[in-house]
């Protein structure tokens, strides 16, 4: 081998060895480097998970929003062990814990109290999103009562929507009822989901659903609640001709079972 030569090897080498040097140099210190804890404060930990739900589909989201629920909740379950807050103080209380959280990202809270049965029932929900159309919905009762509240059931109503209640009076039925409703994204009416929830053994049970109804709006007096609503199909067909497409107008009656039908008609739009 001629000197040239040799010299060319021995730097070939040298600079083989100097990467090899500095990748596992790179690698012992990627090892070395910590994963930063979350914060210690509630707000600050619900941010840190939050962030995490970027670019995550709704239905690989549990992991994440399961861990901000359990967050929430158990803070709220301390905070109200020894007092009947109102639901303004309430509705605060899960202001502040998601206070950090930036658009896209918002925790919107949904709060009543009302009483039934010598205690005050208090609704602690909240919708979590992170996109217009990605939300998550959590509802947590709690029932105070002398001087104490604590947590009797939780639900997760549907996704995608925001959060809404009407509380139902006791009137044909001994168990606390309320209808939860929401609104969300559709092509281009937004879309009604309404729930009549029960408590019934320590759970809220689902007495009556109707899901997606196009243009949707909901009315409740007393033991009577309206739905007005359009027919995607029918609305799509009218407008394509250029008349108005009828409204409708479904009329339900409450009931110990849940809800009946009495009637469902057309009203002009």
Known sequence: ???????????????????????VGVARSGQRRPKAPPPADLPGHINYLARQLYGVPLDESDPITGQIQKLVLDHLAGWMSNRVP????????????????????FGQPAVFAAPWNGA?????????GWTDYDRVNVIALFEAREG??????????????????????????????????????????????A???????GTLKSLWEVHDAYDGKIEVVKDKVTIRYLKEEEYIHEQAEGRRPPRHEATYLLTPEGMQIQSDREIPF
């Open 1 to 23: 081998m001629s000197q040239g030569a040799a010299s060319k090897l021995r730097v070939i080498l040298l600079l083989g060895a100097a990467v090899c040097v500095v990748g």
């Open 86 to 105: 109102s639901d303004v103080e309430v509705r605060r209380e899960l202001e502040a814990a998601f206070a950090p959280l930036h658009y896209p990202l």
């Open 120 to 128: 005050v029932m208090i609704g602690a929900g909240y919708t979590l």
């Open 148 to 193: 104490k509240s604590r947590l009797v059931a939780v639900s997760n109503f549907v996704p995608h929507t925001d959060l809404h209640y009407e509380v139902l009076p006791p009137l044909k039925w001994n168990d606390f009822r309320f209808i939860t409703y929401g609104f969300r994204l559709g092509k281009s009416q937004l879309r009604l989901t």
């Open 195 to 201: 729930v009549l929830y029960a408590l019934q053994g």
